[in-house]
């Protein structure tokens, strides 16, 4: 019995992982349907979107068989245990603990930003997880955020192939990602994407830090605007907003959303020196 505008509203928020909710308490409102409906699609739609190519033409061994799936079911099986057992406590029944530890952590790791609690209340573990995820993201080719669960992946890979190289130098060992050698080409570019996340979002923090505000509000800002998940810690947590921070702040913000959603590079590419110049010189020519 969801209005029909809430409905649709709802609906799209939850399909494309851009969870702005209508109302001021987001999902809290509704029924313990509503909200494990919206659960159960918030994590469909962090689904590498290729498994449902491959369910489509009935390959499912193929589709169920993709590691980045899987490391993404077994990252939020696990997030969901721990959190219900570290809230159980808290919350008022063992079901309203695991709709709101399910509910929550399928938000935050797909970088929906629906909430259906004050998560920010809850203990320091079950809000480090929740930090964690912020920065894991959903899977590639889906519509969440955040770094991605592919290239996590593969940065893990990548330093179990390093750790083996120093203890057998002579070694020669390929990346594989779902039975197929992972080129070094992107590996490489992975590795680039990571250490420039890490610049980005450490000058952004910085920027950021000059209001004064706690580290806690500096950092989850930071965190949930450049992986695109909404809500944040402390004084933008799930009750409240980004009202508070200046124009600066606000800018630098603006700028880590927009370089969160595009993966960084295409809009670090805009104040390239090169593209600065042609740009201001009128000389700039299409490039295919």
Not at 22 to 45: D, E, P, Q, R
Not at 174 to 195: A, C, Q, T
Not at 212 to 223: C, G, L, Y
């Amino acid at each position: 019995r969801m209005p029909v505008f809430d409905a649709i509203t709802t609906s799209f928020g939850t399909a494309g992982t851009g969870g702005f909710g209508i109302k001021n308490n987001s999902i809290a409102g509704y029924s313990l349907y509503i909200k494990w409906v919206v659960t159960i699609f918030m994590i469909l739609f962090g689904v590498n979107f290729n498994a449902y190519y491959l369910i489509l033409y009935k390959k499912f061994k193929s589709a169920f068989a993709m590691e980045e799936v899987k490391a993404y079911l077994i990252i939020i099986i696990v997030s969901v245990v721990c959190i219900f057992f570290n809230i159980l406590k808290m919350s008022t029944s063992a079901v309203n603990a695991i709709t709101d530890s399910a509910f929550q952590v399928a938000s935050i790791i797909t970088t929906t930003g629906f909430s259906t609690t004050d998560f920010n209340l809850w203990p320091e573990a079950s809000k480090t997880i929740l930090i964690i995820l912020m920065f894991i993201g959903a899977c590639a080719g889906s519509t969440g955020g955040g770094i991605k669960v592919s290239r996590l992946v593969i940065l893990i890979k990548s330093l179990g192939k390093e750790t083996d190289s120093y203890i057998h130098p002579k070694i020669i060992k390929k990346i594989k990602m779902d039975g197929k050698p992972v080129e070094h080409e992107v590996v490489r570019s992975v590795n680039v994407y990571f250490l420039t996340f890490i610049i980005i979002f450490t000058v952004s923090v910085l920027l950021v830090s000059l209001e004064n505000k706690d580290f806690t509000t500096n950092f989850t800002a930071v965190a949930a605007t450049i992986n695109n998940v909404g809500p944040g810690l402390s004084k933008v947590g799930p009750i409240c907003n980004f009202g508070g921070f200046s124009a600066l702040s606000k800018y630098v913000m603006m700028f880590d959303m927009l370089a969160g959603r595009l993966e960084l590079f295409p809009l670090l590419i805009l104040f390239h020196p090169a593209i600065i110049r042609e740009i201001f010189s009128g000389k700039r020519k299409s490039r295919v």
